[in-house]
């Protein structure tokens, strides 16, 4: 059986690193710390707190259905991130996409769980 694909959309820290080509040119220009050493607590702390919230929901999921979903997370700032944002409509986040299809916008975790019994993994 086919994996339920979930996209998750929201903004992340950049402390994980941006694309390879803006770290190279940064790195050779001395303007910013190497991503491994940029950290979290550079963020306001709701924002801290976000990520925090949102890690845990992703590692939960992960460990609760394992191989029968695929989780790929989107940061609306990225370009395939923006173009999947317009796509999809996502207005706020985070927002959860199932196949495609059903949108979930927010922490609503009994609404993804209602969703991911919909497709029959559960």
């Known amino acids: 059986m086919r ?3 979930i996209d998750v959309f929201s903004p ?3 402390g994980w690193g941006i694309c390879m080509s803006c770290e190279m040119l940064m790195a050779q220009a001395e303007m ?3 991503p491994h050493e940029r950290g979290l607590d550079e963020f306001p702390a709701e924002w801290q707190e976000d990520f925090r919230r949102l890690s845990v929901l992703i590692l939960d999921l992960a460990a609760r259905y394992g191989n029968r979903i695929l ?3 989107w940061d609306p700032r990225s370009l ?3 173009f ?3 796509r999809y409509g996502v207005r706020r986040y985070p927002t959860f996409i199932v196949e495609g299809r059903k949108k979930i916008a927010g922490w609503d ?3 993804i769980e209602q969703v991911l019994l919909a ?3 559960i």
């Open 109 to 111: 975790i009994a609404a």
């Open 80 to 82: 395939q991130g923006m």
């Open 12 to 14: 992340l820290p950049e």
């Open 3 to 5: 994996p339920v694909q």
């Open 119 to 121: 497709t029959g993994i």
């Open 71 to 73: 989780i790929r997370i």
């Open 84 to 86: 999947k944002t317009i």
């Open 32 to 34: 910013d710390k190497p």
